[in-house]
């Protein structure tokens, strides 16, 4: 995940800038709501790998959030080559079982 703003966690959010959803620098600051949670401020933008996430928060705040289902995102400290972002993976997946 690369990303742009300053994340504390605890009541902030990060939405998803790419090709698909480009929001602009206004955008920080914003509350978002969802129903029966505590408002979100925008603090800044991230891109994933594979897309599959419209905006990040802290594990702490999940719960509230109510969530049908779950992803675990990994963010690499050096991500900018190829083999940064392999070497980083690597090291994320010591350890794990083989998928067969």
């Known amino acids: 995940m690369r990303r742009q703003g300053r994340y504390s966690g605890h009541g902030e959010c990060l939405l998803r800038r790419d090709g698909s959803l480009i929001p602009g620098p206004d955008k920080l600051g914003d509350k ?18 594979s897309k599959s996430a ?30 940064q972002i392999r070497d980083g993976l690597s090291r994320a997946t010591a350890g794990l079982p083989t998928v067969r």
């Open 32 to 49: 978002l709501t969802v129903r029966g949670a505590p408002a979100l401020t925008v603090v800044g933008f991230a891109t994933s790998m």
């Open 54 to 83: 419209g905006a990040w928060v802290a594990p702490e705040q999940m719960a509230a959030l109510h969530p049908v289902s779950l992803q675990m995102l990994y963010r690499f400290t050096n991500s900018s080559t190829d083999r």
